[in-house]
């Protein structure tokens, strides 16, 4: 599986991204997709999730209510709607794919994608 995501960027405390993650290979095989982000000198952290077969969503606390993940399973692109952004949303945002093949969890990520929100 290939994870290329795209829609990062520079932009100003309130205002407004979209973060976008194109699959392609065995993406028959996926159960979930996530975005996570790690900002400098933290751990990374779970964003958002949403799962292949229900659509079923999960947030971060701190991003509830501002961000919104969303999946075009016809495009296998997976979306990070992300408003009233603020100075503490500032990482590298990656895109996240779990599959499970014979009874074994494989997770893929895309390369990274830069956010920074100036105050």
């Known amino acids: 599986v290939q994870l290329v995501e795209s829609g990062g960027g520079l932009v100003q405390a309130g205002g407004s991204l979209r973060l976008s993650c194109a699959s392609s290979?065995?993406?028959?095989?996926?159960?979930?997709m996530g975005w996570y982000r790690q900002a400098p000198g933290k751990q990374r952290e779970l964003v958002a999730a949403?799962?292949?077969?229900?659509?079923?969503?999960n947030y971060a606390d701190s991003v509830k209510g501002r961000f919104t993940i969303s999946r075009d399973n016809a495009k296998n692109t997976m979306y990070l709607q992300m408003n009233s952004l603020k100075p503490e949303d500032t990482a590298v945002y990656y895109c996240n794919a779990r599959l499970v093949a014979a009874g074994t969890v494989h997770d893929y990520w895309g390369q990274g994608t830069q956010v920074t929100v100036s105050s």
């Open positions: 290979g065995s993406t028959f095989n996926i159960r979930a």
């Open positions: 949403i799962t292949s077969a229900s659509g079923n969503t």
